[in-house]
Structures are given as C-alpha cells and as structure tokens.
C-alpha cells in the first residue's frame, strides 16, 4: 500500500514550490491539492512524473480565477465551473500516469473562498 502526503498545506504557494518541498523531506507519493495558482502547472508536472506518483485531488489545478468546488451547487455557475475542472483534472491525472482523481462531495449551500 502506498500512503500519498498531500500538497494541500501549501496553500500559499504554486504546486511546483510545494513538491521541491515536499521531495527535501524524501517524499515521492504526492497528492495534488489546492495552491496558489501556477502557470502551465500541468506541463511543469509532466515532467517530473518519472520521479513521484502523482494523485489528483478536489481543486487541482488551482484555477486562475480561484472558486469554491462544489459539484452539488445550485447555482449554475458555479455547478458548471465544478464539473468543467472536474473534467480538466481527470484529464490532467491522465496525463500524469494517475489511476484516479478524487474529490469531495458538494456542500448543500454555496460558501465563499474566505469561509472555507
């Protein structure tokens, strides 16, 4: 069994920083999540694919234009941009060699980015 830390308590910075990282602690089975926005974080992860095991979790990519994930949304916006990063992830964990991608279920209400 392989146990993945998660890049998510590096909300901060971009993927790539949160990686470099987590590899000076010998970490190598990672679990994509959340950051700070990154250009071409996608291509930059490539990359480095050879030498971690990538896992896609929740809101990863960080989108440029930061909102809440929320699949069970009412709001049609937001239900769209949700499942259109939903499809943008799975592809990404495809293209880094990752079986899955997984993800929380939808809160029953919209929050805002600074309530979560």
Do not use: R
């Not at 830390?5 to 949160?18: D, H, M, R, T, Y």
Request: proline share 6%; with cysteine.
């Amino acid at each position: 069994m392989k146990v993945y830390i998660s890049s998510g308590g590096f909300n901060k910075i971009p993927p790539e920083l949160a990686i470099k990282k987590l590899k000076s602690f010998g970490i190598k089975n990672i679990e994509l999540s959340g950051g700070a926005y990154s250009k071409n974080t996608l291509q930059k992860l490539i990359y480095k694919k050879k030498k971690f095991n990538f896992q896609i979790h929740n809101y990863f990519p960080p989108p440029k234009k930061p909102f809440v994930f929320n699949l069970a949304s009412s709001n049609p916006k937001i239900a769209k941009l949700s499942f259109e990063h939903a499809k943008y992830a799975i592809n990404c964990s495809k293209k880094l060699n990752s079986k899955f991608y997984s993800f929380h279920a939808g809160f029953l209400c919209d929050i805002k980015i600074n309530e979560l």
